[in-house]
Structures are given as C-alpha cells and as structure tokens.
C-alpha cells in the first residue's frame, strides 16, 4: 500500500533525520503508537526477556 | 458428552516414559496399557511456545505464525512473542463457537489472555500477577491466596541470573510451583464444567535442562555421585502421582491424553554459528563491531550490503539469506551453506549427524520475514548455537545454566486412553499437528476444513461419527 504525505512534511522530515530512512522514521513512529496496545510494558518485557536469557532461550 | 483431559508434561521425554521409568509411573503405564501411545514429532523446530500451540490447533509453525521467542518488527525492532502474535485458532476459540467449555491452564504461549468460554490461567511469558494472567479476572484472587505468586508461573522468576541458582533451590522451587499450581488447577476441574481440560506442567523441562548431566553418565560433563542423580526422576513419579489424583476422579466418558511438546536430549556444546558465518565469509559486520570482548549479537552489527547470511538461536540455529544480495543465486547458495554447515565437525573431529531444514521444505507460509531460511539441527539437536560474538573458535561451553546440561530433542511422547479409544499399544510414530482434530473428533466439533491434517485413528468403530 502507498501512502500520500505533503511534500512540505516529506522536507521537514528529511530535514529532521538527516540521511535516515523515512520509512524507517515512519514505522518507529507508528510501532510506538501501537504499543499502547502492547501486550507487555517496556519493563515487564524486560523482565520476561531476562528470565528467557537466564534459561538460555533467547540470546 | 464425552469430554477430553490433556494433560501435558513439558519436555516429557518418550525414552524415560516409555522405557526408562515406565514401571514408576503406574498412572501413565496403565493409560498406556489400556489405550494407544507414540512418539510424536514435534514441530521445527522443537521450541515450546510452537509446539504447543501447533498441539492445540493443528497448524503448523508457519501457519501459527510463530518461530521463537523473539521477533522482528518491520522497523528491525526485537520484540518478545505473546499470544497475541498467534495467527489461529487455538483448541478454546474453536470449540468454544459450538459451546464447548474449557479450561486452559499454563499453556505457554497463552499470555496475555482472552475472553474464552471457559477459564484461562497463563504461562511463564506472564510478568507477573498484576498482568492480564487470568479469565475471568477473579481466578487473580484464588492464586493471590496459594502464597508465591512469582513463582507461581516460573521456576526462575524473580531471579535476575538463574546460573546462580542452586540446584537444591531449583528443585524446591519446581515443587512449589507445581504444588500451587495443582490446589488451583484440582479447583477448577472440581468445581467449573468443563468439556475441555488442558494444563500444562513445566518443572519437568526446568529440571532436565538444569539437571540431565547429573544422572545421564554418558553426558561429557556427567557429575557422578550427584545428590541429585534422581531428582529427575523423582519429579516424573510426583507427576505421575498427580496425574493419578485426577485420573481417580474421572467419569468414564473421558478422554484422557498425556503428552509432551518436545523431548529432551544431552547437550554436547554449543557451535558458535555467527564466528562460523563470518570466518566463512558469509557474514560481515560494520567496522566498528568489537570484536574483542563476548557481546550478545544484534542486527545493527550486520553489514547488509555485504551480508549473504547470518544466524540466530539458542538452541537449534536459525539462519536467515540475505536475499536482496543473493538474488537468483539463492537456491546455490542455500544448498552450499547446508553442505559446509553439515560438514563442520565436533570439537574432536568426529562428524557430526546435522540437519538442515529449508523453510521451502517444511513451512506452508514462507512469506514472513521472521521466517528462517534455513532451521538447523547441530548432530540431531545434542549440539546447540550460539549465536554472540567475541567468541574465541568454533565451540562454546559456558552458557546459562539452563542450556548446557540438556536441550529439546525431536520427539515428544503421546498416550491417549479411554472407554472408546482402541487399545492399540505402541503406534507408529504421530505428528503433533494431529492431536487438535483428534480432540476436535472426540468433542464432535466440525474440524476447521482448511485444517488438512488427519486425526488419529485410534477409535472404536462406530462410536464417533
Ligand atoms: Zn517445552
């Protein structure tokens, strides 16, 4: 899917992240927003991710 | 109705079960005695998250969407799994449609939870009990009451490095879990209707990673005369002595299924997968990655212009193409990575009997980028990856503790048994895809029609239409 943005906020952007991705830039924004949504806060996932560490789970 | 009671040991092995202990487990031994039993393939990989969820829908790890405890978002942020990450219907959304109740205790993957028609207690991914652990939400205050609510659903929560952890209070710990977890679960399965039972018991995957080199004298790193040369053991008989209070209070009209999601197998060592990726020129990472101390390894190291692969995983290694840079010569290069990773030896320079899946091979749904192209089984799972960096050579030893005693092996176990459910004995082996139409079966609830895979033939002719 395409998505339309002014090119005056396009400028203001690039202006902003230098030579940063704006797709990149956009996608952080929006995953941000969503994690109010998140099943997990920053610090319980943590916790959770530490305790996966700990067994040797994750690395 | 007849109803169903699943009833699941994490990380049961199917040696011990089957063989091994068989004589001290008299509560399984009779079920298999009087029903039908296999070792059942577990999913690939063998990771508990997956395997039990492909148990209680059918689907397989690419359909549930799911392939570890971490994913990537579309930014290349790493986040942690949760049910909510699931693409399926599970065992409890799909009966519940035809009024089917059930009850889903400590089924991993299973946080956060979600109105059901039944009760739903979550996993060791859950933070804590003030989290969305428990519906209905009321059941918080039966577990507030059994004491130690962290421990309640992990061994090791509330321990900052389980390395620490002494294997006297781990295993203190695996029975005060389970004992809290069994006064809540024997009131639920007492006291609310169910048509459907499940819970699952972890302390026999917690033990056996932590504590197989104590009683397996064929592990490398075998501790003779351990105090705790039986505490696996003695866990299985406790198990199995708790299954059998259940088993006495049961009707006739169900079914009973005792199953694992994987099993266990001794850990050699680890292969450290990236130093490999990169020593063979596959892998490079930005200049200014040190190299010089051990370091967790992150995608932000890679270089992606010159990148063709790169590896993850703690257990089975998870190697991911980078397929903007291969283009068309991705199937060559594929196939050569399999080779030179099948050919790579142990530590001695004996061969080692690898296996490498392609994603093509063995997933349905190819498409997510979370999934790997390449799944691999170091000498059949008895070798692990390691995926940091700062590593010195090929092989690594000091990890967690939880990884180098034992790690998850291809095949779980399965028994079923019943008044309509053939005595069969010893089956060919099964896949775990098949348990959830056979549940569905048993409930006579229509099995979803894009869900292909067969159930079990293991019934009376005639009692199940
Ligand atoms: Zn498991």
New binding site residues.
């Given amino acids: 899917m395409e998505i339309l943005l002014p090119s005056e906020v396009l400028e203001r952007i690039q202006k902003k992240i230098g030579n940063q991705s704006i797709s990149h830039y956009l996608l952080t924004l929006i995953e941000k927003d969503l994690q109010e949504n998140q099943p997990y806060t920053e610090n319980d996932e943590e916790k959770v991710k530490e305790r996966l560490r700990s067994l040797g789970y994750i690395d | 109705m007849t109803k169903v009671l699943l009833f699941g040991m994490?990380?049961g092995e199917p040696s011990l079960v089957f063989e091994k202990w068989r004589d001290l487990l008299p509560n399984i031994k009779k079920l298999m005695e009087n029903g039908s039993y296999a070792r059942m393939n577990s999913t690939i990989p063998?990771?508990?998250i997956v395997?039990?969820n492909s148990m209680i829908s059918g689907r397989d790890t690419s359909e549930l969407g799911v392939f570890s405890y971490t994913y990537k978002t579309p930014s290349g942020e790493t986040r942690l799994v949760s049910s909510q990450n699931l693409r399926c219907k599970v065992m409890w959304d799909i009966i519940g449609e035809y009024n089917k109740r059930s009850i889903g205790l400590f089924v991993?993957l299973s946080y956060p939870v979600h109105p059901i028609r039944g009760c739903l207690v979550s996993d060791f991914l859950t933070p804590d009990i003030e989290s969305n652990c428990a519906y209905p939400e009321s059941l918080k205050e039966k577990i507030k009451k059994l004491g130690n609510t962290e421990v309640f659903f992990d061994v090791v929560a509330g321990l900052a490095e389980h390395k620490h952890l002494d294997p006297e209070d781990l295993i203190k710990r695996a029975y005060l879990m389970t004992d809290m977890q069994f006064t809540l679960l024997k009131d639920l399965f007492h006291n609310e209707k169910w048509d459907f039972f499940m819970a699952v018991m972890l302390g026999t995957?917690r033990l056996q990673h932590m504590l197989w080199r104590h009683f397996d004298e064929t592990h490398r790193r075998f501790i003779a005369n351990s105090p705790y040369h039986d505490a696996i053991k003695n866990y299985y008989i406790y198990i199995d002595a708790k299954l059998g209070e259940l088993l006495s209070a049961l009707d006739d009209d169900t079914v009973i299924i005792v199953a694992?999601?994987?099993g266990m197998i001794k850990q050699e060592g680890k292969i450290n997968i990236n130093n490999w990726l990169i020593e063979q020129g596959y892998l490079v990472l930005h200049k200014d990655v040190d190299l010089s101390q051990k370091q967790r390894f992150s995608s932000s190291f890679i270089n992606m212009e010159k990148t063709i692969a790169y590896g993850s995983g703690a257990y089975n290694a998870r190697v991911f193409i980078n397929k903007q840079i291969v283009g068309s010569r991705y199937p060559k290069i594929s196939e050569e990575i399999i080779q030179k990773l099948k050919s790579i030896p142990d530590d001695k320079g004996n061969p080692l009997d690898t296996k490498v899946y392609k994603a093509e091979d063995i997933y349905k749904n190819t498409s997510d980028p979370n999934c790997p192209d390449l799944t691999v089984y170091f000498d059949d799972l008895r070798w692990a990856s390691n995926p940091d960096l700062g590593l010195s050579g090929l092989y690594s030893w000091e990890s967690a503790m939880g990884a180098d005693s034992a790690g998850?092996s291809r095949q779980g176990f399965f028994v079923i048994s019943g008044k309509k459910i053939k005595k069969k004995g010893m089956m060919p082996d099964i896949d775990i895809c098949q348990v959830a139409p056979t549940v569905m079966k048993i409930l006579q609830v229509p099995i979803p029609s894009d869900l292909k895979v067969k159930p079990l033939e293991v019934f009376t002719y005639g009692l199940f239409s």
């Fill in positions: 994490d990380g063998p990771n508990t395997a039990w991993p995957d694992s999601d994987h998850h």
